[in-house]
């Protein structure tokens, strides 16, 4: 369990500087380095297991059917990362204290830089890749908070957008290639896929695979052509530079790919992309170093370019040259990070990070001079300093390599030459900042920093020499584990040395210090040869990109979107149409083996009724009061159908439907135009006209190739459990009570929803009342006519009984809440046409909002009760009784159920009907709402 | 009868989609109550189509499938409370905007239209 806690101890240290936030400024820091130092605690009680070889993993099920699981995983590798990350974490911690400024927002600063400690090691422990991922991202965006922390730069801003589009981008393809990953061996388990290399580089879509993860390593690693968003994340504050670009950003990609090493290497495609975008960065990165005037845009380079090293031993796929490339990483970090912090120093203690400006330091801080000169001169590559021994081993594996056949010699030629560039800006680092003359107008007068400020460097610089002279005590056995991990098995012979000995690997770094020497000699010419190229601003090229992406998507999006409902309405039934086709075309027979039943005349006459009302619907739909009536006609027929195809409940349902929606066309068409204008063009009719018709074509077909094969449905659970479990004989009431309560509570509920949200839109509708027809013949105003008047009147009482029967017997006969409460409604809303709203009014008081809501209440009260029975949500119970003169009857916790649903159908049936009919009335809600 | 079934489906999905295409509230609304008959014939069809089935238990050998009904029958009422909805937006938004073009245009556009 102590892993998952390494992990977990930084993610809940993210809360303790906002918690600290009222203590002093050492407070928050010694706060903030608590829970981190106790994970890297630990890291170090998992060491004897880790040493002896060991992978330690934990996981958890999270969605098992999916693939995922939280899992950790501590391998050797891991363990390495690990201790990077926290370790360095905690100087930068230190650092940070003295480096932010009193404005500075210390305890956020803190914050994101914990949750940044948090993703990456989540990243390095990950068991699963998807996990690996989604930590990925986490590292995108919790260094886009730490770049743009000092937000009211436009600098850090732009340089923040920067880095998060790029790496968030390459974060995508990585996750695509993991997903193929995934699929190609079944299982997101790292250690499976760790195990399945040769599956992998076998599969047709290695090469897919290989290009995807690799882009999510290269963008997040600053390899060529992404090096780009590097130098301009430098706006960030100094602690960010130090931790993100020396030892966990930058180094998540690389250590995707040591992760992946023993996967995907091993390919001559392997070797081509990776070794020479590596080589490339490397060339490229160092060049451009040399001629940065800021202190940190020379580091930034020089990080691309050693990257790009680390990047090209990677791809040598040999295992000598992961050996060496993970060696780097340590050496990398350690030299980077304490120079980072320098430069940080500098620019503190100066106020300014130019070189033109800052000259001569040596005088001013001898000590923090010191300790700046021994980290560039390890990131040189002097003999016994850290940087010189990785370097010697680069140099042997560059010669060694022969997959580039006969220019293979090329490697270590540009290997050299990369270096001696690395050997220029190095003597730069030192030569121009601390010595060269006087400083040049510092805005500060330049004087060594506190004390503490320096421990962090001191502590890297102890770890440099310490490594440069002892190698074998101090890294070796950390560098063996770390190394059999990533290649996944035995590790090659390799001795860590000072002295090999004189051979071609010493010659070459002795070439590179002298050329190195030479160039800085003679940077006035280099300078000037440069000053002729015009320099390309990064950060605009990337804007004037983004804006132009921008101005694409907002021309697609406005054709695409355009306001138009016709629009889009069409443009979705059409793509509903394309989607349905092709599985229409792959079937071969329309008509399946299920026996058919035989057509009878009356069937066929409804048939032909049903098209007619149809046709005349579509044909007169410019006449709106013709087209509702024939669209009556075809609801008619629809709820015969029902009716003839054994389906009463339905046929019952239909009917009640029908009489309140023809109601309610008619009440709007009240208030609506009567004619539609003539406005569709010729060329809109038949292209709508053709579309309507293929999908219809379309629709039927499906239909009849569904109802002519035969079935195999669970109908037989609910005709068996419906008399036992449910205690009623008509099954479709018994599963829309009973087996599927919860879904017909649902449905009740949205019912209610659209009753109110329709109450709403009447209440402050604003509506011109007409006083005559289309014609120009004015409405009646005469009084409600009597006959209409008194048989309604009588016919209510009657009306209500039905609705009552029809409700009791639902659970057995067809009928049901539904049902009876439609019929209710069709009987008050008859009475609302007979008499008037004002008539009403004086005689039937019921709020229509209290009656839904009171509905859908005792339909989830009725689900709650069975809960006192210790029985889940919405168990029914049901009895039978005997009562003298009525006999035997049932009584079911069911039938209250269908109380609520029998009211809440009434009560969001009025709420519409009555509502709208008011609005033609005194009693107008819009009226009442003014007054 | 199968035939027939599915070709009065077709045709009533054909006339709603036709309907709803229309630019004004009212032929849409008397489209979406077309096609929701159709919708509903359809899924009620995914049972088979039964002849003298018996609704209740006990009464015959032969069943029709209860379950699409019961699907169908909250369907048709949550058919009407939409149709209602949709309509009542319509006429709201011809209240505020003048017109009762589906695409929410101010009042005088149509009459630009017209030229």
Redesign the interface.
């Given at each position: 369990m102590g892993l998952l806690w390494i992990p977990l101890l930084p993610m809940l240290g993210t809360l303790m500087p906002l918690m600290a936030a009222r203590f002093s400024r050492n407070s928050i820091a010694l706060l903030t380095a608590l829970l981190p130092a106790a994970a890297l605690f630990l890291l170090f009680t998992q060491a004897p297991a880790v040493f002896s070889g060991q992978v330690l993993a934990v996981s958890f099920k999270w969605i098992p059917l999916a693939g995922l699981e939280v899992a950790f995983r501590l391998d050797g590798l891991a363990w390495l990362f690990a201790l990077l990350i926290l370790g360095i974490g905690q100087l930068i911690i230190l650092y940070a204290r003295y480096y932010l400024s009193e404005q500075d927002n210390m305890p956020l600063f803190y914050s994101y830089l914990l949750l940044f400690m948090t993703a990456m090691l989540g990243i390095v422990l990950s068991g699963n890749l998807i996990q690996l991922w989604f930590f990925w991202e986490l590292t995108s965006i919790s260094s886009f908070l730490l770049i743009g922390f000092w937000s009211h730069k436009s600098e850090a801003r732009k340089g923040a957008r920067m880095a998060l589009t790029i790496t968030g981008a390459g974060g995508l393809a990585l996750l695509a290639g993991l997903l193929l990953v995934g699929q190609v061996v079944g299982s997101y388990d790292l250690g499976e896929v760790l195990a399945s290399g040769d599956l992998i580089r076998e599969h047709a879509a290695y090469p897919v695979i290989l290009v995807l993860v690799l882009l999510g390593a290269f963008t997040k690693s600053a390899q060529f052509p992404f090096h780009f968003w590097l130098p301009h994340a430098m706006s960030a504050p100094t602690p960010v530079s130090a931790y993100l670009h020396s030892a966990t950003m930058v180094k998540a990609g690389i250590f995707l790919m040591a992760r992946m090493y023993p996967v995907l290497s091993g390919t001559e495609l392997w070797f081509l992309i990776v070794s020479m975008t590596g080589l490339a960065t490397l060339l490229i990165g160092a060049y451009v170093a040399l001629f940065k005037h800021d202190l940190k845009g020379l580091l930034a380079y020089s990080t691309i370019s050693h990257l790009g090293l680390i990047t090209l031993l990677l791809g040598m796929n040999t295992q000598l040259s992961t050996v060496a490339a993970i060696f780097h990483i340590v050496n990398h970090a350690a030299f980077k990070a304490s120079l980072f912090m320098a430069a940080g120093i500098i620019d503190h203690e100066t106020g300014t990070r130019d070189m033109r400006q800052i000259n001569g330091l040596w005088k001013y801080m001898p000590h923090t001079a010191t300790l700046a000169m021994v980290a560039a001169a390890s990131m040189a590559g002097v003999p016994l300093l850290n940087g010189f021994l990785s370097k010697e081993m680069f140099f042997a594996e560059t010669l060694q390599q022969v997959t580039l056949g006969s220019l293979s010699w090329m490697v270590p030629v540009f290997a050299t030459l990369g270096t001696v560039f690395s050997v220029a800006y190095s003597a730069r680092f030192i030569h121009d900042v601390f010595f060269n003359g006087e400083p040049v107008d510092l805005p500060k007068t330049p004087h060594e920093p506190p004390r503490f400020m320096r421990i962090p460097v001191e502590v890297l610089i102890a770890l440099c020499l310490l490594i440069g002279i002892f190698p074998n005590f101090v890294i070796g056995p950390l560098l063996a584990i770390a190394s059999s991990a990533a290649l996944g098995g035995d590790l090659p012979n390799y001795s860590l040395a000072i002295w090999h000995g004189f051979n071609v690997p010493l010659l070459m770094s002795f070439l590179a210090m002298v050329g190195g020497l030479i160039i800085y000699y003679n940077r006035k010419h280099l300078f000037r040869f440069q000053a002729q190229f015009p320099e390309a601003d990064a950060k605009l090229i990337f804007e004037w990109v983004m804006q132009q992406l921008v101005k694409g998507c907002t021309v697609i999006m406005q054709k695409l979107e355009n306001?138009?409902?016709?629009r889009y309405?069409?443009l979705l039934?059409f793509l509903a149409m394309i989607l349905m086709a092709g599985p229409m075309i792959d079937l071969n027979a329309t008509e399946g083996h299920?026996s058919?039943?035989?057509?009878?005349n009356l069937?066929?006459i409804a048939?032909i009724i049903?098209?007619a009302a149809?046709?005349a619907?579509?044909l007169f739909?410019?006449k709106?009061l013709v087209?509702?009536i024939s669209?009556s006609v075809?609801?008619l027929i629809?709820s015969l159908?029902?009716a003839?195809?054994?389906?009463?409940?339905?046929a019952l349902?239909?009917l009640s439907?029908e009489v309140?929606?023809m109601i309610?066309?008619l009440l709007?068409?009240f208030?609506?135009?009567q004619n539609?204008?003539k406005?569709?063009h010729p060329r809109r009719l038949v292209r709508?006209?053709s579309?309507?018709?293929i999908?219809?074509?379309v629709?039927?077909?499906i239909?009849?190739a569904?109802?002519?094969r035969p079935?195999d449905?669970?109908?037989w659970f609910?005709?068996e459990n419906?008399?036992t479990g449910g205690g009623g004989?008509?099954?479709?009431n018994v599963?829309?009570v009973d087996f599927?309560g919860l879904?017909?509570l649902g449905?009740i509920s949205?019912?209610g929803i659209?009753?109110l949200?329709?109450y709403k839109?009447?209440v402050r509708?604003?509506?011109?009342m007409p006083s005559s027809d289309s014609t120009g013949r004015p409405w009646a105003v005469g009084r409600h006519p009597m006959m209409l008047s008194v048989v309604s009147q009588s016919l209510l009482p009657l009306a209500l009984l039905v609705s009552a029967y029809i409700f009791l017997r639902g659970h057995?006969?067809?009928g049901g809440g539904?049902i009876a409460g439609?019929i209710t409604s069709v009987a008050i809303i008859q009475q609302y046409i007979a008499h008037g709203v004002d008539w009403i009014k004086d005689r039937l008081r019921i709020n229509y909002q209290w009656l839904v809501a009171s509905g859908i209440l005792i339909a989830a009260l009725t689900g709650v009760g069975s809960w006192f029975f210790n029985r889940p949500f919405l168990t029914t119970w049901y009895d039978y009784f005997n009562l003298p003169l009525i006999g035997e009857f049932e009584l079911a916790s069911a039938m209250l159920f269908d109380l609520g649903v029998y009211l809440t159908?009434i009560g969001?049936?009025l709420m519409?009907l009555a509502n709208?009919g008011k609005l033609t009335t005194k009693q107008s809600p819009a009226m009442k709402e003014s007054n | 009868?199968?035939?027939?079934?599915?070709?009065?489906?077709?045709?009533?999905?054909?006339?709603g989609?036709?309907?709803?295409?229309?630019?004004?509230?009212?032929?849409v609304?008397?489209g979406i109550?077309?096609l929701s008959?159709?919708v509903?014939?359809?899924l009620?069809?995914?049972?088979?189509?039964?002849?003298?089935?018996?609704?209740?238990?006990?009464t015959s050998e032969v069943?029709?499938?209860?379950?699409p009904?019961?699907l169908?029958?909250?369907a048709?009422?949550?058919?009407?409370?939409?149709?209602?909805?949709v309509?009542?937006?319509?006429?709201?938004s011809?209240?505020?905007l003048g017109n009762?073009h589906?695409?929410?245009r101010l009042a005088v556009e149509?009459e630009e239209?017209?030229k």
């Open positions: 306001g138009s409902l016709q309405i069409y039934i299920k058919q039943l035989p057509l009878d069937t066929l048939a049903l098209a149809t046709l619907t579509v739909n410019r709106r087209s509702i669209l075809v609801g629809v159908a029902f003839r195809f054994s389906a009463p409940d339905l349902t239909q439907v309140v929606t309610l066309l709007a068409l208030f609506l135009p539609t204008p406005e569709s709508d006209l579309l309507a018709g999908i219809g074509g629709i039927g077909t239909n009849y569904m109802i002519t079935l449905s669970l109908s609910y005709l419906s008399k004989t008509n099954v479709v599963i829309l599927r879904d017909t449905e949205v019912l659209a009753a949200g329709i839109l009447i509708m604003r509506l011109y057995n006969m067809p539904f439609l159908v969001a049936t519409i709208l | 009868m199968e035939a027939i079934f599915a070709f009065s489906v077709g045709l009533l999905t054909a006339a989609v036709f309907l709803s295409l229309r630019g004004r509230s009212f032929p609304v008397v109550t077309l008959y159709a509903n014939l359809f009620f069809s995914s049972g088979r189509l039964t002849i003298n089935g018996a609704a209740v238990l006990g069943y029709a499938d209860p379950v009904q019961a169908v029958l909250t048709i009422v949550i058919g009407f409370a939409m149709t209602a909805f309509l009542i937006l319509g006429m709201r011809r209240a505020d009762d589906v695409d929410g149509p239209k017209k």
